[in-house]
């Protein structure tokens, strides 16, 4: 099984300025609908493919499958993912602990960059986030922009953050859950 090495610890960087409601893509605008139409060519170009499960930084594959369809097109698999069992819990949950143990030592600081820099990422790729509800669940581009922008790292986490950092009070990142 190949396995996974942590990237290494970027710099510490924390967003200034006040945060910003992300706005909604205007698909009447050619520009945003060329993107999104390519957006949609990438990600069909993805359909179909099996994904791994990830273990303490393992890909495990299971006999147990889990297959993703279109909604609007029930024969086109949209991903297989593997079904983890009984016997993925414990491994799983030790992965996660040893994990912990090394993030409960990270710097708030250092968590709130994190945070930050996957909502850049998130914000980055949004297009192609939305491009998979739309195969995934069905949604029209407009409810997969609305979808994506209320939930995404890219608004909620870095909202949090941004609010808590503006008042010296990192206190949703003293877990994971911010």
């Known amino acids: 099984m190949a396995t996974l090495e942590a990237p290494p610890r970027p710099r510490v960087?924390?967003?200034?300025?006040?945060?910003?409601?992300?706005?909604?893509?205007?698909?009447?605008?050619d520009d945003n609908a060329r993107k999104m139409r390519s957006a949609i060519a990438k990600v069909r170009g993805q359909l179909g493919r099996e994904y791994d499960l990830i273990i303490g930084g393992k890909r495990v594959k299971t006999t147990d499958k889990i297959r993703s369809l279109d909604p609007s097109k029930p024969s086109q698999v949209v991903g297989i993912h593997q079904k983890a069992g009984k016997e993925h819990v414990e491994p799983a949950m030790q992965a996660a602990l040893k994990a912990f143990a090394t993030w409960s030592q990270t710097s708030v600081e250092e968590r709130a960059s994190l945070l930050f820099r996957a909502a850049d990422i998130m914000r980055d790729r949004k297009m192609e986030y939305m491009?998979?509800?739309?195969?995934?669940?069905?949604k029209n581009w407009a409810e997969a922009d609305a979808d994506i922008t209320s939930t995404s790292a890219s608004s909620m986490p870095a909202k949090r953050c941004d609010s808590r950092r503006r008042k010296r009070r990192f206190s949703c990142l003293a877990s994971m859950t911010c």
Not at 13 to 29: A, I, K, S
Not at 131 to 138: I, K, Q, T
């Open 13 to 29: 960087r924390l967003h200034e300025g006040p945060f910003v409601t992300e706005p909604f893509f205007d698909f009447t605008r």
């Open 131 to 138: 491009a998979w509800l739309v195969f995934e669940v069905s």
